[in-house]
């Protein structure tokens, strides 16, 4: 079905550490059930910059008691250099503002409904999805312990510092902060330097057994998320234990897709090979595209309102089911094996490789 933009006020606008701020949208009573969300979850918004249309995802990192009981939802923007989005919010989003936001989405979410100890693992901007995480299984289950490894430049940097403290402060026995800094001297070895491959082996040596983790949540830069998440495999933990969250897949592809997801796409679409189908809210609407083209940009330059945001294979937004035809995709952060076996694709990453291709974005 056709994406559904919502239009929220901006409740708080609150500094972070490095430039970041922590925007709070106010949601309305009538709108409560469209923004329900599972922790670990992301909001897609909208909004013209220098006259473009711009979409980013931006991970909730308010528990689930602030939106069940102060009605409001939390993300965590970090500027980044070049970045169209993020500079522009950080500049000018105030309180009273309005922006378009499309309801909560995500798989980064906890899969075991009871969890003796959970374990995240963050860098920088990663700590977003982890911390509503922790806070919420800290809140909801007293008997749960939650770890949480997080790498920072130094601690002037560190994100949402303040909210952890608190968190550390209400459960001082049931949560575990290490803080892993790179520029800033440290009394133990261990948490100097980067996360990465050999660290994250002795901590799960000195101080975190394979065993003892329930479920494992890593978000970071690609190179960490990797290292990690190969480094927990090797130590015994089932994979089948570990989760990551990717926005995009690396600094090079952030760059091409921030290029790509700014750019109104102005593609003729004439003389080309592939005749295409797109089936939304139930009408198909035919046009032809190129081998070389993705299908969700083939889409979009129809004029069609489709679900998407990365535009990176990673957030999962602009999954679609082919009906007819067949694809091959660049790139799958998220689709699982059983769903493409049923025909699910990421759109944003699908190139034809038939002459013919029936598309539905309806069956989600």
């Given at each position: 079905m056709a994406v559904q933009f919502h239009s929220l006020a901006v409740k708080r606008v609150s500094p972070e550490a490095a430039g970041s701020?922590?925007?709070?949208?106010?949601?309305?009573?009538e709108k409560k059930s469209d923004f329900d969300f599972a922790p670990g979850q992301f909001l897609t918004l909208k909004a013209t910059v220098d006259g473009q249309s711009?979409?980013?995802?931006?991970?909730?990192?308010?528990?689930?008691?602030?939106?069940?009981?102060?009605?409001?939802?939390?993300?965590?923007?970090?500027?980044?250099?070049?970045?169209?989005?993020s500079n522009w919010a950080v500049r000018s989003l105030k309180e009273g503002d309005q922006i378009e936001v499309m309801p909560p989405d995500g798989r980064f979410t906890v899969k075991?409904?009871?969890?003796?100890?959970?374990?995240?693992?963050?860098?920088?901007s990663g700590i977003t999805p982890i911390l509503s995480i922790a806070a919420t299984t800290l809140e909801d289950q007293p008997d749960s312990k939650f770890t949480l490894v997080y790498g920072n430049r130094q601690m002037s940097t560190v994100m949402f510092n303040e909210a952890l403290q608190d968190l550390k402060d209400q459960f001082p026995q049931r949560l575990t902060l290490i803080h892993v800094l790179s520029r800033q001297a440290q009394e133990v070895d261990l948490?100097?330097?980067?996360?990465?491959?050999?660290?994250?082996?002795?901590m799960v040596k000195a101080l975190l057994p394979a065993a003892s983790m329930d479920?494992?949540?890593?978000?970071?830069?690609?190179?960490?998320?990797?290292?990690?998440?190969?480094?927990?495999?090797?130590?015994?933990?089932?994979?089948s234990r570990v989760y990551t969250e990717r926005f995009t897949s690396g600094a090079a592809q952030a760059a091409k897709v921030q290029s790509d997801t700014d750019a109104r796409v102005t593609k003729s679409i004439s003389q080309k090979p592939v005749a295409l189908t797109v089936q939304v809210d139930g009408?198909?609407?035919?046009?032809?595209?190129?081998?070389?083209?993705?299908?969700?940009?083939?889409?979009?330059?129809?004029?069609?309102?489709?679900?998407?945001?990365c535009k990176a294979g990673v957030c999962c937004t602009c999954?679609?089911?082919?009906?007819?035809?067949?694809?091959?995709?660049?790139?799958?952060?998220?689709?699982?094996?059983d769903e493409m076996?049923?025909?699910?694709?990421?759109?944003?990453?699908?190139?034809?490789?038939?002459?013919?291709?029936?598309?539905?974005?309806?069956?989600?």
């Open positions: 701020v922590a925007i709070t949208f106010a949601i309305p009573k711009v979409r980013r995802t931006y991970s909730i990192s308010s528990p689930r008691s602030r939106f069940e009981f102060d009605n409001e939802l939390e993300i965590g923007i970090r500027p980044v250099q070049g970045g169209l989005f075991k409904q009871r969890a003796i100890h959970r374990v995240g693992f963050a860098a920088g948490l100097q330097g980067r996360i990465d491959g050999p660290k994250v082996h002795a479920e494992v949540f890593i978000c970071g830069p690609e190179s960490m998320i990797l290292a990690t998440q190969a480094a927990l495999i090797a130590a015994g933990v089932p994979e009408k198909g609407h035919e046009l032809r595209m190129g081998r070389d083209e993705k299908v969700l940009d083939a889409a979009l330059s129809l004029g069609l309102d489709l679900p998407y945001s999954r679609a089911k082919v009906l007819e035809g067949s694809v091959e995709m660049d790139k799958n952060f998220t689709l699982e094996k076996d049923q025909g699910y694709v990421l759109s944003c990453q699908a190139r034809p490789i038939s002459d013919h291709l029936v598309i539905s974005f309806d069956e989600r």
